[in-house]
């Protein structure tokens, strides 16, 4: 029997139920590490890979791709990119669509409870009222890059001016934060331990679709759009593993599970075809326009700008 493909995934995006059908539709098994954070996902590469299949974010994708720790992806031409948003393609992280393949998609924004918040934005919750409790997600680039937002600047800002004052907001916010976790960051809002925590938009929809007293906003100054890719990195033993792997996780009737059961979004038309209608309609999973438009993706920083970043987180 082969070995096992190993494959690094985020919780729920692919869908467990997918994973195992896509492999069992290429005859291989698979050996998962969960990751709830990029820099999860930097460290397993340095220290237990190697990997077949990855899932970095977009900005991810740019920074492994510049150092060569990319494999090409689809070298033959054999996915059918036009199956995909508009939007998602040729992006900035990956231009020439060498790299990655779009898995998924929100924002970063925030979970509240509708009974205390009654205008979630970036400046609320980063100096919330005495006595309100806020969380954090536990991934520096999304909680640094809100903290710039709220500031006024871009979340890809490195200045030190610019990181400073968002250091300073951080700061400010401590004593009211309650939760720091990428794991569950709905559990507190559903709880009411917290009144407002930074979420992801998939799990978020499905906690406010479970619990009409709670809401999940893009805040008026802009948010965070991410992309989760599947990649493979340059020391993949056999690449074609995870190609074959990929191509049975991007079917309809296999990516929309990660939609149904995750609440991730897909950039892939042909998916969001098959969904639901309450799924399709929902605007916390596929955004209108002028709410994209006033979302940002994170972008590489170099080694300087990065570490500069990195010492920002409180």
Known sequence: MSDPLRIVVWPGMPDRAG???????????????VISANEDLERLLEREGPWDLITPSDYLVEKLATAGRLAELDPRGELDRD????????????????????????TTGLL???AAVESPSWVAF???ADGVAVGLLAEVREVVGAALIARGHSPNAADPAALAAARELLDRQRPAVRSVSSDDFTGPVERREVAM????????????????GLGYAVPAEGAL???????????????????????????????????????????????????PEELRADPALFPPEDVIAR?????????????RLLAAWP
């Open 19 to 33: 994973l195992d059908r896509a492999a069992e539709a290429i005859g291989r098994r698979l050996e998962i590490a």
């Open 112 to 114: 509240y409870d509708r």
């Open 83 to 106: 199956q995909l948003a508009g939007w998602s393609r040729r992006p900035g992280y990956d231009p020439e669509e060498r790299w990655s393949w779009p898995l998924a998609f929100g």
């Open 295 to 307: 979302c940002e993706r994170l972008t590489q920083l170099d080694g300087p700008a990065e570490a």
């Open 126 to 128: 980063f100096a919330p």
């Open 197 to 212: 925590h930074h979420a992801w938009s998939g799990p978020a929809a499905i906690a406010a679709r479970r619990d009409p």
């Open 225 to 275: 759009l991410w992309v989760t890719t599947a990649a493979i990195p340059a020391d993949a033993p056999d690449p074609e593993g995870p190609r074959r792997l990929l191509a049975a996780l991007i079917r309809p009737e296999i990516a929309r599970l990660a939609v149904e059961n995750g609440g991730y979004s897909t950039p892939n038309d042909r998916v969001r075809a098959v969904l």
